[in-house]
C-alpha cells in the first residue's frame, strides 16, 4: 500500500514539474490568437480592407494588418492568469468578440469563443 501512495506521489509531482516547464508564455498565446483571428476574419479583413484579389489576401497586406493591427490588440485586450502548471488566457476585443483558452504542455485549447 505505501509503494504505491509513493509511486504515485512521484507520478504527481514529475507531471507538475513537466506542466510548469511546458507552460506555454504570453508571447506564444499572442502568436496563437493572432493565427486564429486571422485564419478566421480574413474574409471580413479583405471586405473591409479591399485589398485581395480571387485568392484572399496578399501575403504582405496580410503580414501587415496581422503584425500592425490585429497582434498589437491582441496583446493589449488579453488577461492571463498564470497558476504554474497552466495559463488561463481571457481576450476580449470590444465589437469582436471574446476568446478564453487555456495554455498547458507547450500548446493551447481554446475553451470558449463568442
Given at each position: 500500500?505505501t509503494?504505491?501512495?509513493?509511486?504515485?506521489s512521484i507520478?504527481?509531482?514529475?507531471?507538475?514539474v513537466?506542466m510548469t516547464?511546458?507552460?506555454?508564455k504570453?508571447?506564444?498565446?499572442?502568436?496563437y490568437?493572432?493565427?486564429r483571428?486571422?485564419n478566421?476574419?480574413g474574409?471580413?479583413?479583405?471586405?473591409?480592407?479591399?485589398?485581395?484579389?480571387k485568392?484572399?489576401?496578399p501575403?504582405?497586406?496580410?503580414n501587415?494588418?496581422k503584425n500592425n493591427?490585429i497582434?498589437?490588440?491582441?496583446t493589449?485586450a488579453?488577461?492571463r492568469q498564470?497558476l504554474g502548471?497552466?495559463s488561463?488566457?481571457t481576450t476580449?476585443?470590444p465589437g469582436?468578440?471574446?476568446?478564453?483558452t487555456?495554455?498547458a504542455f507547450?500548446?493551447?485549447?481554446?475553451y470558449?469563443?463568442?
Open positions: 500500500m509503494g504505491n501512495l509513493v509511486k504515485g507520478a504527481v509531482v514529475t507531471l507538475g513537466i516547464a511546458t507552460n506555454p504570453q508571447e506564444a498565446y499572442t502568436e490568437a493572432t493565427e483571428f486571422m478566421q476574419s474574409q471580413f479583413v479583405c471586405e473591409k480592407t479591399g485589398y485581395c484579389d485568392d484572399g489576401m501575403v504582405m497586406i496580410k501587415t494588418v493591427f497582434k498589437p490588440a491582441i493589449t488579453t488577461e498564470n502548471v497552466v488561463l488566457y476580449e476585443v469582436v468578440g471574446q476568446m478564453k487555456v495554455g507547450g500548446k493551447f485549447f481554446t470558449s469563443q463568442s
